[in-house]
């Protein structure tokens, strides 16, 4: 959104990317002309397929190189961000796609690894997963680097002569990493999100950005470079050629902004319990060991999703099972001796994995996924249960299984994980205990819990799906917006038979949905029983609060109402007015 309240100032709306104030001077990225794609001649192919391993290699170990700078900046996990890179580079997938084009299409080195990283790059883009879309940038970003040492080109960069707000439509994770960062202000950037590499980059360099800031670069577009930025990294609001009464505006917000930060982490020490005494175990969703420090920071009591996807994705070939142990295990280590719920690997429907050429299939969310996959690769599956065996030493590992419909499913998953811990002690290796439970996520899993809840420790809602499932609601048409409300009382009610089932059989029951990151939401799930919610770590502060301003009587009460409601309308107006109490 773009709003003109003067001539020449201009006030307009993104997405949060780091936190933070910067003012100043503009300058753009400009990606460069990347080099021009050609045809080659036949005879040529061979020597060109030579030149592009070379030119490969030359870029992973360049990678390397960074990834050693910004380690030795005190960046570890950051690092790890330019050590994919240099797989990326390695990577035969990828490097045999372009070779590929250069010999049946006879492009030069440069348009054949362009060719082959966008079809790459066009898979991530298409799925669901805002985290795994963001990866599309650096397949782009590699390629790219590889293309431009084959043409002898100049690496793509920004011209800073003086402290400025760096824009561009997207901004490349390798040049986020060498910008000079004493004259960088702050980050503009048109495309890119939150999850995107520039974004957590700039959070850890504590670089303000604003991402998703959508009419940017036309805006900027009669814009002389010295007109100055103002942006909130914290809002995602941004002010071209700001007036006195911005400035002051912005630093009240800056300062707002600083207070509720340090108020988070004060506050996460303290339990979240209801003001009759009902204390709620708050736990954090991740998808990568990075993840871990904010949400420890922020007072998470342990994990109760660990995504395992960012293993399996982009790369030729599936983790090795000492890969996945040192992931699993550094996140047991760091939340000793809080739980860590490891989820199998979900994918199938919006996440295909090119090395298991998995068919096409014509509705794939309700196709072969998840669990589903154990019957055509169960080696996938005990691969990642020995990892989880073997790194349950080092802390307490929880493994839940994805897309579980009946008794069947969890049979399934328990006849693997007994295989998988055989497996690990017969190598002479030692096993850690490890507790097995299911997402609830298909209605029919709900409805038959009875059947399977002895056989298992513990089970966490996965309301999204759940939601989808229930309502017929594709969660990507824009059309059905008025099913797409997790307070829908058909949702509550599936949760209701689920902490009634889970109490008949006597074991623990969470949700890891996006409904327990939202604070209204999370009060009607306490209120129908629920006592463990998992949220993503920046969503703790405000339901912790929430949870402590409530008296969990009055929820009680509520959800009698809400049970009885015939809209998620109904169900919000119940339960609004007790969120602004406990505000």
Request: aromatic share 4%.
């Amino acid at each position: 959104m773009t709003t003109e309240i003067a001539p020449g100032r201009r006030v307009i709306q993104g997405t949060p990317g780091a936190p933070g104030i910067a003012r100043g001077p503009w300058a753009r990225f400009e990606p460069g002309r990347a080099p021009v794609q050609r045809q080659i001649p036949a005879d040529q192919v061979d020597a060109e397929v030579g030149r592009l391993s070379v030119a490969a290699e030359l870029v992973a170990v360049a990678a390397e190189k960074l990834a050693e700078d910004v380690r030795s900046g005190g960046h570890g996990d950051e690092a790890d961000i330019f050590i994919a890179h240099a797989a990326m580079a390695r990577d035969p997938a990828l490097i045999d796609a372009a070779a590929n084009h250069i010999r049946t299409g006879l492009l030069d080195g440069p348009g054949a690894i362009h060719a082959a990283s966008r079809s790459v790059a066009d898979l991530l883009l298409g799925l669901d997963d805002e985290l795994l879309r963001a990866r599309a940038t650096d397949v782009v970003d590699v390629a790219d680097r590889i293309a431009r040492e084959l043409a002898g080109a100049p690496a793509a960069g920004v011209s800073l002569t003086v402290p400025s707000v760096v824009v561009g439509e997207d901004l490349p994770p390798s040049v986020t990493a060498t910008l000079p960062r004493e004259k960088i202000l702050g980050l503009a950037l048109e495309g890119s999100s939150p999850t995107a590499h520039a974004s957590i980059l700039a959070r850890a360099y504590g670089i303000p950005a604003v991402v998703g800031v959508k009419g940017l670069l036309a805006a900027l577009a009669e814009a002389d470079a010295t007109v100055e930025l103002l942006l909130d990294g914290s809002s995602g609001e941004i002010v071209i050629a700001p007036d006195a009464a911005d400035v002051a505006r912005f630093k009240q917000q800056a300062g707002r902004a600083e207070q509720d930060r340090r108020q988070a982490r004060e506050e996460a020490t303290l339990p979240a319990q209801t003001t009759d005494g009902t204390t709620i175990t708050l736990l954090a969703n991740i998808g990568t060991p990075a993840d871990a420090t904010e949400a420890m920071e922020l007072g998470a009591r342990g994990v109760g999703l660990f995504r395992t996807e960012f293993l399996f994705l982009e790369r030729s070939q599936p983790p090795s099972e000492d890969e996945q142990v040192a992931a699993y295990g550094q996140v047991a280590d760091a939340f000793a001796p809080h739980p860590v719920t490891v989820r199998l690997l979900d994918i199938g429907g919006d996440k295909p994995i090119p090395y298991l050429s998995l068919p096409a299939e014509q509705n794939p969310f309700l196709g072969v996924r998840a669990l589903r996959l154990t019957d055509t690769h169960p080696d996938l599956f005990l691969t990642q249960l020995r990892a989880c065996y073997r790194a349950a030493t080092r802390g307490r590992i929880k493994v839940m299984a994805p897309m579980v419909a009946d008794a069947g499913d969890a049979a399934t998953l328990r006849a693997l994980a007994e295989r998988a811990r055989d497996e690990v002690v017969a190598a002479g290796q030692d096993a850690g205990e490890v507790d097995l439970g299911v997402m609830l996520e298909i209605p029919s899993a709900v409805l038959v819990a009875d059947s399977y809840f002895d056989d298992i420790e513990f089970a966490s809602l996965g309301t999204n799906d759940l939601l989808q499932y229930a309502l017929a609601v594709d969660r990507g048409n824009a059309a059905l917006e008025r099913y797409r409300d997790s307070l829908h009382p058909a949702l509550l009610r599936l949760v209701k038979l689920s902490v009634d089932a889970a109490a008949r059989h006597g074991i623990d029951l969470s949700v890891c949905g996006e409904m327990a990151g939202d604070p209204l939401a999370a009060l009607a799930l306490v209120a129908l029983g629920i006592r463990c919610l998992s949220m993503g770590a920046h969503s703790l502060p405000a339901v912790r609060r929430a949870i402590r301003g409530a008296s969990l009587t009055e929820l009680e009460r509520a959800a009698e109402a809400a049970l009885a409601a015939t809209s998620a309308a109904e169900v919000r107006a119940t339960f609004a007015k007790l969120v602004d109490t406990a505000s």
